[in-house]
């Protein structure tokens, strides 16, 4: 199917297990993102990648890696899972950056223990 | 990006137009206005956007005042599936904000049977 999925879509883990969440788009997007939302703080952005092998951080980076080796997949990684990290999880792509659309998967769910 | 504002909730009856205001009084001549909806536990949703002109496509129309200043999203016939958070965003063209996604509180839109 055609858009862009997430996976898993529920996720529980323990404090210091790592985790991937992952992220494909069949639309050949070049950027895609990660955000995280939370109550009170509505979406944050984690990392955003502009093409394969080139990712940047975004506002809240610290604890999360993020790898781009093909440009349909963008998973992000807990190495180290706190329990500051239970959110949920949305990735994005877009064909642009400032002023193009951005389409976002269902979210991942994420508790940590 | 332009601080925008918008009501925290209203009422639509179903089949009725739904009509959503935002106020973005200090945006700049490069910003869009852009609409997102969140439909509860799902990936925000693009609705519609526009820079000076009246839009329109097959969710909804988009009316910005001649100052820019404000803005209303229509949704012409509600239904009980439109209920969510619609979000009202200035997004700058060609800044250095990567794309981020600011979401402010946004309008809690219920609509009834």
């Known amino acids: 199917d055609a858009g862009i999925t997430q996976s898993p879509r529920y996720k529980i883990t323990e404090t210091g297990r790592q985790v991937t969440l992952m992220c494909h788009q069949t639309?050949?997007?070049?950027?895609m993102f990660w955000y995280r939302q939370d109550l009170g703080h509505g979406l944050r952005l984690i990392y955003y990648s502009a093409a394969a092998d080139i990712t940047d951080k975004g506002e809240v980076p610290d604890g999360y890696v993020v790898s781009r080796s093909k440009t349909e997949n963008f998973p992000l990684t807990l190495e180290s899972a706190t329990r500051s990290q239970t959110s949920v999880y949305f990735c994005a792509s877009s064909e642009g950056l400032t002023t193009d659309t951005q389409y976002f998967g269902p979210g991942t769910r994420l508790t940590v223990l | 990006d332009a601080k925008t504002t918008q009501p925290p909730s209203m009422d639509c009856a179903e089949g009725r137009a739904a009509n959503l205001p935002c106020n973005h009084s200090t945006i700049s001549g490069n910003e869009y206005v852009y609409w997102y909806r969140q439909i509860h536990s799902q990936g925000p949703q693009y609705i519609i956007h526009g820079l000076k002109n009246n839009e329109t496509n097959e969710m909804a129309s988009l009316i910005i005042t001649e100052d820019r200043k404000s803005s209303t999203l229509i949704l012409p016939h509600a239904t009980l599936r439109d209920t969510a958070v619609y979000y009202c965003?200035?997004?700058?063209?060609?800044?250095?904000?990567?794309?981020?996604?600011?979401f402010g509180q946004g309008t809690i839109l219920t609509v009834h049977p």
């Open positions: 639309w050949s997007h070049s950027y």
């Open positions: 965003i200035a997004i700058y063209a060609g800044g250095t904000s990567y794309g981020k996604l600011t």
